[in-house]
């Protein structure tokens, strides 16, 4: 229901925050590389956007779950 889906959103959206933290930290401990707060929002709300059209738009999910062979010959899988 609306709270298991609430808790994947929350999930996917953690995670996505854990990878722009740890993206952040990898770039910090490299001397050519700059950590940038601002880089850290957009990596989250570019990730927020992206969960939420992969949530809304039922054909940009159908595509993403859709075998590369299949895309290619023109087939978009049915949404189960």
């Known amino acids: 229901g609306d709270l298991k889906s ?3 959103f929350a999930a996917a959206f953690a995670l996505t925050i854990a990878y722009g933290v740890a993206d952040e930290w ?3 401990c490299n001397p050519h590389r700059v950590t940038d707060f601002y880089d850290w929002l957009a ?9 939420y059209v992969y949530r ?3 054909l940009y999910r ?3 779950e859709t075998p ?5 010959r023109g087939r978009i899988s ?3």
Request: glycine share 18%.
């Open 6 to 8: 609430a808790f994947r």
């Open 26 to 28: 990898i770039q910090y």
């Open 43 to 51: 990596d989250g709300l570019g990730g927020a956007t992206g969960i």
């Open 56 to 58: 809304s738009w039922t």
């Open 62 to 64: 159908r595509v993403l």
């Open 68 to 72: 590369i062979g299949s895309l290619l």
């Open 78 to 80: 049915r949404e189960s």
